[in-house]
């Protein structure tokens, strides 16, 4: 691979970065030559991930912006809040493409990131640059960028759900209501009392209730595809299972669409986009149909009784939700097609 684009991973030991390596090692044009650790540089990556022994370089480089641009043309940047914050435009000057898979780059206002993430914003002049990389609605814009904000998991599954009918005008913002799922891996690799066995194991529970950190990131994205501020309420629950999201999404329809008239809507809004599948009409995705795969499922129904639609969508939170979806970006940055290296299949059961 002589003219691979040549890629560091930040955050090789956290499951957003390894789930990064592996897609990557599959990746005809892309040669992984740095995987970086604050923590455990000069061990080996396969001492903390044994899964992935085969990759060209496999012992955790220092995190040195002069020594990544010396080995690598972009960086994917898997790596708690407030560190890309600081670190983005410290790569960026330094020549490299910058993929953020963090929530550091998402919010365009810098109060906004503030209050919800209770840190430091990134400098203007970033946020600025940084395109949202939600592939299948704003990736024109993603197209020739330089710097990349992946989307939360979370806003991914949702937004994937709601936009075509916001944008179609055939429901009624004000009245969405967000119901998500999350498997454990979303929360990281750290250990923590919030998902040790016991806590989560035969158990489901929401958690930060109107405060989660992805309420400004879906309402920024709502509120420009229907051209005037969009409020949601959006709650999140931990389910006792490894990989997956399940967002389910309630709101008022706007006139006469039944069942069968949103799945066309869809299968039209995503003709050509490989990764979004609209289920036939009135049947419902589950988060195993998706799982280890870069795909987004929906299905719907109409209640001619309420007069409300419900969408179901689901996404594996690693792939579409942080790691395939950064890559999907890298694509489309470089002007290959969205779906090179990442069209696979679920993993089933
Ligand atoms: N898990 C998921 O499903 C998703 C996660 N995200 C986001 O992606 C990011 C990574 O998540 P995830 O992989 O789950 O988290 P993990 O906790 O599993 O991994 C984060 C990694 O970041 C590294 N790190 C910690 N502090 C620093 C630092 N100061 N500078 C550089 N690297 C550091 C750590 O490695 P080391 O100590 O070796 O440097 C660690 O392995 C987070 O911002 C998360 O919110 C987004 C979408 C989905
Ligand atoms: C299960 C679980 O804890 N999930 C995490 C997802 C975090 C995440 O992806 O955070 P950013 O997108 O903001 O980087 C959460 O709900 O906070």
């Known amino acids: 691979m002589s003219n691979a684009v040549r890629a560091a991973i930040i955050g090789a030991t956290g499951y957003g970065g390894a789930e990064v390596i592996r897609l990557l090692q599959a990746h005809p044009f892309v040669q992984i030559t740095s995987v970086i650790s604050t923590s455990s540089a000069g061990t080996p990556l396969a001492d903390h991930f044994p899964h992935l022994q085969e990759i060209v370089v496999d012992i955790l480089d220092e995190l040195n912006v002069e020594l990544i641009a010396g080995k690598a043309d972009v960086v ?12 983005s435009p410290k790569l960026l000057a330094a020549g490299l493409k910058v993929i953020d898979i963090s929530g550091d780059l998402r919010l365009k206002s810098r109060e906004d990131y503030e209050k919800w993430y209770k840190r430091t914003a990134a400098p203007e002049a970033a946020l600025e640059q940084a395109v949202y990389g939600l592939a299948e609605v704003f990736g024109d814009e993603v197209k020739g960028s330089e710097l990349i904000a992946n989307p939360g998991c979370y806003p991914t599954a ?9 944008k179609a005008g055939w429901i009624d913002p004000s009245t969405i209501i967000i119901d998500a799922k999350s498997g454990v891996s979303g929360a990281g690799r750290g250990v923590g009392l919030g998902t040790h066995y016991a806590e989560v194991n035969e158990n489901f529970s929401a958690y930060k209730v109107n405060k989660h950190q992805h309420i ?3 309402e920024q994205a709502l509120s420009r595809v229907a051209g005037h501020p969009v409020v949601t ?3 999140t629950h931990l389910v006792p299972m490894t990989r997956g999201i399940m967002s389910t999404m309630y709101a008022t329809v706007i006139g006469e669409h ?5 799945t066309e809507l869809y299968r039209q809004f995503y003709e050509g986009r490989k990764f979004v599948r609209v289920r036939n009409s009135g049947k419902m995705p589950a988060t195993k149909e998706v799982s280890g795969s870069n795909y987004c499922d929906i299905g719907f129904a109409v209640d001619e009784r309420t007069g409300r639609v419900t969408i179901v969508s689901v996404i594996d939170n690693v792939v579409k939700g942080a790691a395939g979806q ?3 970006n890298l694509n489309l940055m470089m002007g290959w097609d969205e779906t090179t290296g990442l069209l696979f299949a679920p993993v089933y059961p």
């Open 76 to 87: 994917f940047l898997a790596t708690p809040a407030g560190v890309s914050a600081e670190l």
């Open 216 to 218: 400004p990131e879906i």
């Open 326 to 328: 950064a890559i999907q």
């Open 158 to 166: 949702t937004l994937l759900g709601l936009i075509p009918a916001v």
């Open 258 to 262: 039944s069942t069968e008239a949103f």
């Open 233 to 235: 309420t959006f709650t």
